[in-house]
Every structure is written in structure tokens, then in C-alpha cells.
């Protein structure tokens, strides 16, 4: 009894249309027919189609068709040199400050690029190590050396020479971008913030070279 119910579900879901004939796509085979004539002795009819069906002209279309590309937006030259000009000549103004919860932090009145790279050419005329960097989240890599922490070679590398290093301390020097311009703060890692007279050090040496 239970495949017999089964059976019909699976014939309900289906709509059964191999059992039925089923007429929906009749019309697509049609044809038009001429008019009905009518005999002037039967009757009078005026049966000319009130709707009638124009005739279309089918244009072939590409095997292959092409999504077309919008035009490239072309920036006058004179205009491009302006803007270039205008960031160029705009005077940098940096100030060392501590926001609502009292962490150092450097601000410039520069766009985001300019801060960008200005702060990158400070790193390297104060002689800070730069490990790597990542544009898009407007992050610094640094290694900071630490005065009077150092590390003494392994006995093997001891063997061959090498001396003692000065530890370095990894951070992170993030440029944010603000209202305006940006500000510049001092992290540890990805979650925590470097501790206030570390952070007030660093700042101050970035400053001292822009």
C-alpha cells in the first residue's frame, strides 16, 4: 500500500505531462489563414483583423557577441600636473598628541598618500629598520633597537666571530586615515598598543625627520 502511495506522489509532483497531451506551445506552431468570406447573400460582415500582425524583419546576429568596454576616462595633462602640484606644495604640518584615552599619537594635515610616503622616508632617515609593509591597511613593519638589551651569539656562531647584537623589538607604525589628514599611532601587534613612553619615543623621531 505505501509504493502505491508512493507512486502516485511521484506522478502528482511530476504533473504527469507524459500521460496528458499537453497543448500550452500549440500557438508556436500556428499559421496565420486568410480572411473568412463571407457571402453578400448571408450576410454583411466586415472582417478585416482589427489586430493584425506586422511583419518583422529578423536581423542575424554575431555568433559571438562582444560586451562593449566603456571609454577610458582621460585626465588632461595640464589638469593631472595640478593636482600633483597642489599635494606637492601643500605644507606639512605634524603634531605629537594624545587622543581621548591618552595614547601618543602623531597627526598630519597631509592626505593619505602623501602621509604615506612621507612617513616611510622619515623611518629611513632615522635609521629605523623597516621589515615590511602593507599599503592597504597603512601599516609599517618595524624592528626597534633596543639601547642597552643585547643578545649574545650562540656557541657555534660564537666560533666563527660573531658578537653580540643589540635585541630589536618588533612594531607596528599604523598611518589612519582621519577628517583631517591622518594620525599616526604606535602598535605591538595587530590587538594591543605599544606602552605610552615607547610609542612617545618613536613619534618624536619621525617627527624630528619630516
Request: glycine residues 4%; aromatic residues 6%.
Amino acid at each position: 500500500m505505501r509504493l502505491i502511495g508512493l507512486f502516485v506522489l511521484m506522478f502528482s509532483m511530476g504533473g504527469c505531462s507524459w500521460l496528458v497531451n499537453d497543448h500550452d506551445n500549440d500557438y508556436l506552431q500556428s499559421e496565420v489563414q486568410p480572411n473568412i468570406k463571407v457571402p453578400k447573400s448571408v450576410a454583411s460582415v466586415n472582417l478585416t483583423p482589427q489586430l493584425t500582425i506586422p511583419e518583422v524583419k529578423l536581423k542575424s546576429l554575431p555568433e559571438e557577441f562582444s560586451l562593449p568596454r566603456p571609454k577610458a576616462l582621460i585626465v588632461p595633462e595640464e589638469q593631472e600636473s595640478t593636482q600633483l602640484t597642489d599635494l606637492q606644495d601643500q605644507e606639512l604640518e605634524a603634531n605629537l598628541l594624545k587622543d581621548g584615552n591618552g595614547t601618543p599619537i602623531l597627526r598630519l594635515n597631509v592626505p593619505f598618500a602623501r602621509a604615506w610616503s612621507a612617513v616611510g622616508d622619515s623611518l629611513k632617515a632615522a635609521d629605523i629598520d623597516v621589515s615590511d609593509l602593507n599599503r592597504s591597511i597603512g601599516t609599517y613593519y618595524i624592528e626597534l633597537a633596543e639601547e642597552g638589551v643585547e643578545v649574545e651569539p650562540s656557541f657555534w656562531a660564537s666560533l666563527f666571530g660573531s658578537k653580540a647584537e643589540v635585541e630589536k623589538l618588533p612594531l607596528q607604525v599604523k598611518v589612519n586615515r582621519a577628517r583631517s589628514g591622518v594620525y599616526i599611532a604606535v602598535h605591538k601587534d595587530l590587538e594591543s598598543l605599544a606602552e605610552d613612553q615607547q610609542a612617545q619615543d618613536l613619534l618624536a623621531r619621525i617627527k624630528e625627520k619630516l
